[in-house]
């Protein structure tokens, strides 16, 4: 259970540094500048150049390396998945061909090219996302998308899953925990049955705590609004960090990313 609080939790982005001082309304206009560039990318090597500088300032900010080995654990089986089926399915350049059971299965170049770009953007992206996560709590993170005008609902939502996605990992733990000492996972076959049995348990009580939180909520006076206090001014000198991160991604997209 405590690896799975590390997993979502922004303990690591309270800590002193160098970025975590930075202004979030800059930190949030350079992530998603860095992601549009990646997303943009025409090759590979600025999805991976960016990969690289994002792990390198994650361990810079003391992030456990078994931290982000497990944060990067979902994105790296998605990239894997996406270059299997782009190689096996598009393209018209044999590679490779090697038999699996009745079948005989080619690997394409194209495909394969095509399914490293789009890993490679993948990777890319999900890093900056956690490396801002790494150096900005999500109260931050909250108050500048408030303060860039985006509907007050989707960052109420935005909070209220947060806030209580910690609740049904500890009562999803305490199913996990029953289910264990009754055998629920001895065999394959109960396993599945028992997983089955536990996705449909977090269902119910996260609509349970839907229903109980909006009453809650509506008994202290909500109405269709949460306040928010101002955000302070910038720091005379992250505007021009801003400014000088901006032109670097700029840089690195005509450079690296940008294929004529």
């Known amino acids: 259970m405590r690896q799975t609080f590390d997993l979502f939790s922004d303990i690591f982005a309270r800590r002193d540094n160098v970025l975590r001082r930075m202004d979030p309304r800059a930190k949030l206009v350079i992530a998603v500048a860095t992601i549009l560039a990646v997303i943009l990318s025409a090759r590979v090597e600025l999805p991976l150049a960016i990969f690289a500088a994002c792990l390198g300032a994650m361990l810079a900010v003391r992030m456990p390396p078994r931290l982000i080995v497990v944060r990067l654990a979902a994105p790296m089986g998605i990239v894997l998945v996406l270059v299997v089926l782009q190689s096996l399915m598009i393209g018209t350049t044999p590679l490779l061909t090697f038999p699996l059971g009745a079948w005989q299965l080619t690997v394409m170049r194209e495909g394969l090219l095509r399914g490293l770009l789009i890993g490679s953007r993948v990777l890319g992206a999900v890093s900056v996302v956690l490396l801002l996560s790494s150096v900005t709590p999500a109260y931050e993170i909250f108050r500048a998308l408030r303060w860039f005008r985006v509907p007050n609902g989707w960052v ?44 449909g348990t977090v269902i119910v009580r996260s609509i349970d705590q839907a229903t109980n939180t ?47």
């Open 214 to 260: 909006h009453e809650a909520m509506i008994a202290r006076g909500y109405r269709n609004t949460m306040p928010f206090g101002p955000m302070p001014g910038m720091r005379a000198k992250d505007p021009w960090v801003l400014c000088l991160a901006l032109l670097a991604v700029l840089s690195a997209y005509l450079m690296l990313g940008w294929r004529p």
């Open 156 to 199: 109420e939502i935005a909070m209220l899953m947060y806030r209580y996605v910690f609740t049904l990992l500890d009562q999803t733990a305490d199913v996990v925990a029953a289910q264990k000492v009754r055998l629920g996972y001895s065999t394959f076959r109960r396993s599945v049955a028992s997983m089955g049995v536990l996705a």
